[in-house]
């Protein structure tokens, strides 16, 4: 909580007062174009840059960018956190006010096993009003949100792999589009909040091995770049319109990411269209001369990541060296110039330059009460319900009978722990409820045993835990993991749960009267085949970080008062998969040397639970209807098929081109039908495969998802629009999207439907 103290000391005095910052006040600035709201803001954020002398100029390169009191431009902060609620990391928002505490949301992972975008959505949209409103009451100092993180969970060791929405790059991109949409709001010209996706690109490693994330260095293949960890960043831009991106500490292909022009600029700002900035992580720039050894002085290095399209530096790096590294020449005030058009243009579309924010017509009126407001508080318990995920419930132990439950042990470390609920980037939440008082509500007579000391469980009161359980009706476990195992800069170094805490589980289930119910709070997977295989443990139910309202959502599932309908977005593996170096990035499978690779895409090997696996206390049937159409598939014929190893043979996305990829397109159909008991909401998931993973081919791929709530006996027709060019491809060694020629099939459960595409 270091962060936090500093940032409650260095509260400055206009978040006291209540008074947001702005600049731009009637009268004030009369006769400076970067006040007038007539022109676009481009030209607005030039004018302010060319009245900036070099020094004030260079001020602007770091987080904390220095105010300007001759131009009337106070100082900026843009460094917050808003991952799954506003964040004490960072430096931009206070909650030492009017307002202490904001909603806490489910850590990411779990949110992201709802498969729902809309929710995804919501989500955002609640932050960035709660962001919005403590600016408002003089309780922020910056709007820049530097979230969501949609790295690709690649290794389920990696300590922030919770941030993420998992190990699937559809996934991920759809989570990233509808969060930062959330997040900014429905105006491009007028944000809500700036949204950043982060950390781009190929970061997924903390401390492994002796290898740390600040000066590790990922060779990455073209073809895994291209249709693994690229794609969410893409789409970020592309489609949710994001205002930043964060480059990565990781050095990609012998480049540090932030000093990469071919990614900074031709990809981002060039291939991607970027209307924002570059950010890097924080203290990259420095990393890059102290850890990585990268340019010989730290003028070199400064001028190295600007010069390549860096446009602020999460730290002050760039402001100690700026200004030598441009009087030696290393690089011009037009490098600096250039940078700060664009972060003057985010500042300027947050409205910091339209006078005061609270006359805004949008966001203008909102304040104390939009923070932990009813709603927001019953979306965070929504979220936590769609997110559990059920995966194991044999001879039908859940939904539990509230009569019927006359006693209830509650054994486990993660039970009645406050921390448990959140993961890390968190702030103040408005309420919590932990899983012991969750079921306290529900069940009078409660034993309550914490069993380990800790999530490491060094010290286990097994035997006093089994006699607990011997005398109660039923038992609920709740194990896991903490911070402690799992969070930025600690990457574990085994899947199975920590110290005693199997042997734990085991000797309660074997003294307990009933099959035990075992709750996981983790954010990564962990190897619970024992679990998994003992008929004396019967429901398994994995929780993630669940957030403020994580033990009433566990005990509305457990008592049925929520049907569950979650779905594991990331592939749990077993123990011995920690053979595999985390540094081998590679995510196809090389089965001459034995690498097994990696996520259900490319994975070739046995796991404990699969990607997407997830169970109902209802019976759902799903039927995929046959196409009407499937798009005028004879444009193909006049384009040459490029011959593969396999006999097989592929068409170039590009050589498609989009009118031939629009004309491709087709629906399809799934219908669903809830056969009860209960109400309840599914994930349809819809997949590709292909007869063979060959020539760089996955074994198979998601082409889409829909989430819809049903009644018990209701039917439901959920339309996918399919477009090969996106949802059938896949990269080729060259890093280029390829269609293959010949069969494709769709795939829902064990329904398929073959399309084919004839060379």
């Known amino acids: 909580m270091v962060l936090l103290m500093a940032a409650i000391l260095a509260l400055p005095r206009i978040a006291v007062a209540g008074n947001p910052p702005f600049s731009c006040a009637p009268g004030a600035t009369q006769g400076y174009a970067f006040c007038d709201r007539r022109l676009p803001v481009e030209q607005r954020a030039a004018d302010l840059v060319a009245r900036l002398s070099l020094a004030e100029k260079v001020s602007q390169l770091g987080d904390e960018a220095a105010g300007v009191p001759r131009l009337g431009v ?93 190990e699937d790059p559809t996934t991920a991109s759809k989570y990233g589009v509808a969060f930062v949409r959330g997040l900014q709001g429905p105006s491009p010209m007028t944000l809500q909040t700036s949204a950043c996706c982060k950390h781009a690109t190929a970061y997924d490693l903390e401390a492994w091995n002796g290898v740390i994330r600040y000066d590790y260095k990922a060779w990455v293949t073209a073809q895994d770049l291209a249709d693994t960890f690229n794609p969410p960043f893409r789409s970020c831009v592309e489609e949710g319109k994001a205002s930043c991106v964060m480059c990565a500490y990781t050095t990609v292909n012998g480049v540090p990411a932030c000093a990469s022009s071919d990614l900074l ?11 924002g900035y570059v950010s890097s992580d924080c203290d990259a720039v420095a990393l890059m001369h102290d850890s990585q050894g990268y340019r010989p002085t730290p003028e070199d290095t400064v001028a190295a990541a600007l010069t390549a399209g860096l446009d602020l530096n999460c730290g002050n790096y760039t402001q100690v060296h700026g200004m030598a590294a441009i009087q030696q020449g290393k690089m011009s005030e037009h490098d600096v110039d250039k940078a700060l058009r664009n972060l003057f243009t985010v500042r300027m579309r947050l409205g910091h330059f339209d006078g005061d924010p609270r006359g805004s017509a949008l966001y203008g009126g909102l304040g104390a009460g939009d923070v932990c407001s009813p709603a927001h508080k019953a979306l965070s318990l929504e979220a936590a319900q769609d997110g559990i995920v059920l995966l194991k419930n044999d001879a039908g132990i859940l939904p539990l009978s509230r009569p019927a439950v006359g006693s209830a042990a509650v054994i486990g470390h993660n039970a009645n722990d406050p921390a448990a609920l959140y993961g890390n980037y968190f702030g103040p939440p408005c309420e919590y409820t932990t899983p012991l008082q969750g079921i306290q509500g529900y069940v009078k007579n409660v034993a309550f045993l914490a069993g380990c000391d800790s999530a490491a469980c060094g010290i286990a009161a097994t035997g006093q835990a089994a006699g607990l359980a011997a005398s109660s009706d039923y038992v609920i476990m709740f194990m896991g993991l903490s911070q402690r195992q799992e969070q930025e800069g600690l990457d574990r170094v085994s899947l199975l749960l920590p110290g005693q805490q199997q042997n734990l589980i085991t000797a309660v289930a074997s003294a307990a009267k009933r099959p035990v119910i075992l709750v996981l709070l983790t954010g990564g997977p962990v190897d619970v085949t024992f679990a998994k295989s003992n008929p004396k443990i019967g429901a398994i139910l994995w929780a993630g970080y669940p957030g403020q309202a994580g033990g009433l959502a566990i005990a509305k599932v457990l008592f049925g008062e929520h049907n569950p309908s979650g779905r594991l977005p990331m592939t749990w593996y077993p123990e011995d998969f920690t053979r595999v170096p985390m540094t081998d990035m590679r995510m196809r499978a090389d089965p001459a040397t034995g690498y097994p690779g990696r996520s259900y895409r490319f994975y070739k090997g046995n796991t404990v639970y699969k990607f997407g696996d997830g169970l109902s206390y209802s019976k759902f049937s799903r039927q995929l209807v046959v196409p009407s159409t499937t798009g005028n598939t004879d444009l193909l014929a006049g384009l040459t098929a490029t011959p ?69 006996g209701e039917k439901a027709r959920l339309r996918f629009d399919v477009s090969p060019c996106e949802h059938f491809s896949w990269a080729n060694e060259d890093g280029k999207k390829v269609l293959g020629a010949g069969s494709h099939f769709l795939r829902v459960g064990r329904d398929e439907y073959e399309i084919r595409f004839e060379p």
């Open 265 to 275: 600029t031709k990809t981002f700002k060039g291939a991607w269209g970027l209307n």
């Open 644 to 712: 593969a190893a396999d006999g097989g043979a592929s068409y170039v996305v590009e050589e498609i081109g989009a009118d031939g990829c629009e004309q491709l397109k087709f629906p399809a159909v799934v219908e669903v039908h809830n056969h009860g008991p209960l109400d309840g909401k599914h994930s349809v998931l819809m997949f590709l495969r292909w007869p063979n993973a060959t020539s760089g081919r996955p074994v198979s791929q998601l082409v889409g998802f829909r989430a819809q709530h049903l009644r018990a």
């Open 74 to 166: 106070p100082p900026y902060k843009w460094w917050s956190e808003g991952l799954h609620g506003l964040a004490f990391w960072g430096h931009g928002m206070h909650f030492d006010g009017a307002v202490r505490a904001i909603t806490s949301f489910p850590q990411v992972l779990l949110t992201a096993a709802s498969f729902d975008e809309k929710l995804w959505y919501r989500i955002g949209q609640a932050i960035g009003t709660e962001a919005r409103a403590l600016y408002n009451i003089g309780q922020a100092e910056g709007l820049t949100i530097w979230s969501p993180n949609v790295n690709i969970f690649r290794d389920p060791r990696w300590g922030r792999g919770q941030e993420t929405p998992g």
